[in-house]
């Protein structure tokens, strides 16, 4: 097994911070790499914290100081350890030059999500004999970070423990939320991280809202093409359900719409996991060049204020909605 330390300045002693993205599959990839870390003794005192793309508007001094690894989110040079799966994950040219991966740090953007990048790459260079209830953890994060459900009604109705547990991301009620389900999903398997009160409370308000987020969601509509739609759900009677557009709009091929965050405005880009563009643009990339990311069906960024999202979202829209010939 290769020692990571024996090369970097941080000593095994230190406390390890990691951050990660802020959904389903990013709080399991924090949980996979927590207990991968522990279980083969390269860490010993490891502690973990969400992360949203507003935090990349101070990336080059992020966690400075820091001994620090970063899931599932934006490559930074200065991480112990990084994995991502993101297509968009380097914001500088220089570090997309420059990367290798190595014992500690592993890019595969053809990974329908990150966990399985992480669980491969400690079992190959740390030795680690992964514990069977992460098996279960690596299969859903696929499904749900990729929206490989075989519909959108799966997607919005299905009761098993993996989509309840990603429904109540939708009622978090702080940012602390995501971190406790790290530890949840570290120790447990789905259906026991499923049944914590906490966790059942959520979700059963997600349905709740995702009920009347179907109802009204036709009134949050800005603009409409036969291709793609643009809505704007910052209205505090408005709930927001990510599947809505193409439930009730099947033949759409593309939704952008601006949502509100505890971090701000966020403004996100799908295309119809069921009805899929034959062409058109890479929304992740699409995304990056207002400061954001994603893949090529999806993508997200966090405008600095009100006026800047109204505006961006829009760009964004046209560009979808009316790609040039």
């Not at 870390?37 to 793309?53: C, H, K, M, Q, Y």
């Not at 490559?75 to 991966?101: K, S």
């Amino acid at each position: 097994m290769v020692n990571p330390h024996e090369s970097n300045a941080p000593h095994l002693g230190e406390s390890l911070k990691i951050y990660f993205h802020r959904d389903f599959d990013g709080m399991a990839s924090a949980a996979i790499l927590a207990q991968a870390l522990e279980d083969v003794n390269l860490e010993t005192d490891i502690t973990w914290s969400g992360v949203n793309f507003h935090r990349t508007l101070e990336w080059a001094t992020f966690a400075a100081g820091e001994k620090f690894a970063v899931v599932d989110f934006h490559f930074h040079p200065r991480a112990l350890y990084w994995f991502d799966h993101h297509p968009t994950t380097f914001l500088d040219e220089a570090d997309e030059r420059n990367f290798r991966a190595d014992s500690t740090r592993a890019f595969d953007p053809d990974s329908p999500s990150c966990p399985p990048i992480i669980a491969k790459h400690a079992i190959t260079h740390w030795s680690w004999e992964m514990p069977k209830r992460f098996t279960e953890l690596v299969h859903w994060s696929n499904i749900i970070d990729a929206a490989a459900y075989a519909s959108a009604k799966e997607a919005l109705f299905d009761r098993r423990a993996p989509f309840q547990i990603n429904r109540a991301l939708n009622c978090a009620p702080s940012t602390a939320f995501h971190d406790r389900l790290v530890g949840l999903m570290k120790a447990a398997p789905l259906d026991h991280v499923a049944d914590d009160s906490e966790v059942k409370k959520c979700a059963q308000r997600a349905e709740r809202n995702r009920d009347a987020a179907l109802e009204l969601f036709p009134t949050t509509m800005v603009e409409r093409t036969d291709v793609a739609m643009l809505a704007d759900l910052r209205s505090p009677r408005i709930r927001r359900e990510r599947f809505a557009p193409f439930f009730l709009y099947p033949e759409l091929n593309y939704a952008v719409t601006l949502i509100p965050t505890r971090a701000g405005n966020h403004i996100t880009a799908a295309s119809n996991p069921w009805n899929r563009p034959q062409s058109g643009p890479h929304l992740g990339e699409l995304m990056k060049k207002f400061g954001g990311g994603g893949h090529k069906g999806v993508g997200g960024v966090n405008p600095p204020n009100g006026d800047t999202a109204e505006k961006w979202a829009r760009e964004i829209y046209e560009a979808v909605a009316y790609p040039p010939k």
